[in-house]
């Protein structure tokens, strides 16, 4: 008999969390300066960033009880660093009317380089044995984020419609269907199409943040990306309402 996770994390586990977020706010801070400085962006920028990093300590902080292993691991921490690189694109949005095309470049590199790691960290978790339910939520959360930064850019920046914010509502409004209809939180079988996808996505929205597109084809390719990603969901929606009077799955991998 499998023994479920406690709902309250150990004393020194949430210690670990925190002093590894404590460490990551300065360094956040200063790379924030750095790159401000580098590419000649408003000197408001670093506490921009900051604020942008303000979602994951949330994510980072809730639901430990859900961790499984002796300490916060190897996968999380590259979690932490890819939702490092999250909160330097998220620091642009109030001045994305403004950014010029070596800074938008720039930030298309960061996005890209975020989503190379992202991957990283479930593998980190699945070869140490440490694959638990809060780390495979922290590391959503943190592609939920990145779509949501890199819509927000496009839109605010006038390449596309408000209408590309859809890509980045999707999983919420999912998580709010399953407090109207539990079976919604049913866990879902593996499908290596939900990472497929996601990846796509994040692609293509970091792709149309670069001069490389613009409108109308930026609208082409974000709304051909958002049609896979509804397509996704929709065959997820239709396995659990096949399955509602199932406890169904094994994980939300």
Do not use: K
């Given at each position: 008999?499998?023994?479920?996770?406690?709902?309250?994390?150990?004393?020194?586990?949430?210690?670990?969390?925190?002093?590894?977020?404590?460490?990551?706010?300065?360094?956040?801070?200063?790379?924030?300066?750095?790159l401000g400085r580098g590419i000649d962006l408003p000197s408001a920028y670093p506490l921009s960033v900051l604020a942008a990093f303000?979602?994951?300590?949330?994510?980072?902080?809730?639901?430990?009880?859900?961790?499984?292993?002796?300490?916060?691991?190897?996968?999380?921490?590259?979690?932490?660093?890819?939702?490092?690189?999250?909160?330097?694109?998220?620091?642009?949005?109030?001045?994305?009317?403004?950014?010029?095309?070596?800074?938008?470049?720039?930030?298309?590199?960061?996005?890209?380089?975020?989503?190379?790691?992202?991957?990283?960290?479930?593998?980190?978790?699945?070869?140490?044995?440490?694959?638990?339910?809060?780390?495979?939520?922290?590391?959503?959360?943190?592609?939920?984020?990145?779509?949501?930064?890199?819509?927000?850019?496009?839109?605010?920046?006038?390449?596309?419609?408000?209408?590309?914010?859809?890509?980045?509502?999707?999983?919420?409004?999912?998580?709010?269907?399953?407090?109207?209809?539990?079976?919604?939180?049913?866990?879902?079988?593996?499908?290596?199409?939900?990472?497929?996808?996601?990846?796509?996505?994040?692609?293509?929205?970091?792709?149309?943040?670069?001069?490389?597109?613009?409108?109308?084809?930026?609208?082409?390719?974000?709304?051909?990306?958002?049609?896979?990603?509804?397509?996704?969901?929709?065959?997820?929606?239709?396995?659990?309402?096949?399955?509602?009077?199932?406890?169904?799955?094994?994980?939300?991998?």
């Amino acid at each position: 008999m499998v023994t479920p996770p406690s709902p309250y994390p150990a004393p020194s586990l949430r210690r670990s969390v925190v002093a590894h977020l404590a460490a990551a706010l300065p360094l956040l801070a200063a790379a924030g300066w750095m790159l401000g400085r580098g590419i000649d962006l408003p000197s408001a920028y670093p506490l921009s960033v900051l604020a942008a990093f303000l979602p994951v300590l949330w994510f980072a902080l809730t639901r430990l009880g859900a961790h499984q292993g002796p300490g916060w691991g190897h996968a999380n921490r590259v979690t932490l660093l890819r939702s490092g690189l999250l909160a330097l694109v998220g620091g642009t949005l109030p001045f994305a009317h403004v950014l010029d095309t070596g800074q938008t470049w720039t930030v298309a590199v960061i996005a890209i380089t975020a989503l190379a790691l992202d991957g990283v960290d479930g593998w980190l978790a699945r070869r140490q044995g440490l694959s638990s339910p809060y780390g495979a939520r922290f590391d959503m959360e943190m592609d939920t984020l990145s779509i949501l930064y890199l819509c927000l850019l496009l839109w605010l920046s006038g390449e596309v419609g408000i209408w590309v914010l859809l890509s980045a509502l999707l999983r919420p409004l999912f998580v709010v269907g399953g407090m109207v209809r539990p079976w919604l939180n049913h866990p879902l079988p593996y499908r290596r199409r939900r990472r497929v996808v996601c990846m796509v996505q994040v692609a293509v929205l970091a792709l149309a943040v670069t001069p490389l597109l613009g409108p109308p084809l930026t609208g082409f390719a974000v709304g051909a990306a958002l049609g896979l990603l509804l397509f996704s969901f929709c065959a997820d929606t239709v396995w659990l309402i096949s399955h509602r009077s199932d406890a169904g799955g094994t994980n939300n991998g």
